[in-house]
């Protein structure tokens, strides 16, 4: 397969383009294949040698007519600045030079399908940014944001972005730096590790608030071991608001002055130290976005672990024995008022087992 002038040798997901490493993604309802590359680019900055990598993105058309769009199907949500800071229309250009769309083909394009995927034209967004703001939006401020396009793009959170639930925005820390400056320095006093500098985070928040409307209910979230543990209430109380932003931090932190500057919230997974703040800022995107109106169904959130102070209970589905252990009677009899009351014994049970500190038992 050709794409431009550079030969692709697929292996999979995985294919080289001219001797170098591709990453290649298959659209199932769009028959678009992206092929993202990395291109090693070699540069000095304050004396040091540095080895980066520049993630480029090519389009190519699958050999085989574009399928109707599946409603059902969130790879293909908007995600604007994923694939590169080409300009909206110039990539939707070149995108139908690559397929050879022509205007009776264009007139067939599955509905939306360019939009969604490379993020839409000024002209296009200008109706819907009034309804932009009652959205509920997530601002994501990370080092690495491309870490969040493939859950996001695949869960949840993916449909609610696409039913006009939430409105996610990815900040890139790098784009913050001026000149020669660094994301991160050696801390002062000394000491092993590097901490994320204040400069770059604070520049992406001044513009995170400056353009939020008067008045709006938002939280400024740090994941940190040193935060308070996130709960479920805490996933309720975000759901209430118009806005979270979540700040992801690296190597050994952020420069203190953040929570000095901004009133930040910090909270943790757990007792247990990562990476980042990325995973975490994912945990907290996903219980927070599937407690907002329309993301899931109602009843879904109604009976589960925590919304009554206790865990779930247990749940079966078929086959009705499994290797010789077999479903509780009580669930095949049909008696709902039993198997309701069943649930409950079970609930209590099980966190009386391994959460007795929710029954207040410490």
Request: a neutral charge; glycine letters at 10%.
């Amino acid at each position: 397969m050709l794409v431009g002038d550079a030969e692709i040798e697929s292996r999979g997901r995985v294919g080289l383009i001219a001797g170098e490493r591709a990453f290649v993604t298959d659209n199932r309802s769009s028959g678009v294949t992206r092929f993202e590359r990395e291109v090693s680019q070699i540069h000095v900055r304050r004396g040091v040698r540095r080895v980066e990598f520049e993630r480029r993105v090519k389009i190519a058309a699958r050999l085989r007519v574009a399928a109707k769009r599946d409603p059902r199907d969130a790879a293909l949500i908007e995600q604007e600045g994923v694939l590169g800071s080409v300009e909206p229309r110039r990539r939707r250009q070149g995108l139908e030079q690559l397929l050879g769309l022509g205007k009776a083909a264009r007139a067939q394009e599955p509905q939306g399908a360019l939009a969604r995927f490379f993020g839409r034209t000024e002209s296009e967004k200008a109706p819907q940014r009034e309804h932009r703001r009652c959205m509920f939006t997530i601002d994501v401020v990370s080092l690495f944001p491309e870490v969040f396009a493939p859950f996001v793009g695949l869960s949840i959170i993916g449909r609610a972005v696409e039913a006009g639930i939430v409105d996610v925005r990815y900040h890139h820390l790098l784009d913050a730096l001026l000149g020669a400056e660094r994301a991160d320095d050696d801390p002062y006093g000394g000491g092993a590790g590097m901490v994320m500098r204040i400069e770059p985070v604070a520049r992406v928040l001044d513009a995170i608030l400056a353009h939020a409307p008067a008045g709006e209910r938002r939280v400024i979230a740090v994941p940190s071991p040193a935060g308070k543990r996130f709960e479920q209430s805490d996933a309720r109380r975000f759901a209430g608001l118009d806005r979270l932003v979540l700040i992801c931090g690296h190597y050994e932190g952020i420069d203190e002055r953040l929570t000095e500057l901004y009133p930040v919230e910090e909270y943790s997974l757990g007792d247990f130290v990562l990476t980042g703040g990325e995973l975490p800022a994912l945990a907290f995107m996903d219980a927070t976005v599937r407690l907002l109106e329309g993301a899931i169904a109602p009843e879904s959130a109604e009976a589960e672990s925590f919304s009554e102070g206790l865990l779930d209970y247990p749940s079966y589905t078929r086959p009705p024995v499994f290797r010789g252990v077999a479903v509780p009677e009580v669930l095949l009899s049909g008696n709902h008022a039993k198997i309701a009351e069943w649930r409950r014994a079970q609930s209590r049970a099980r966190t009386a087992a391994r959460r007795k500190d929710l029954l207040g038992g410490g």
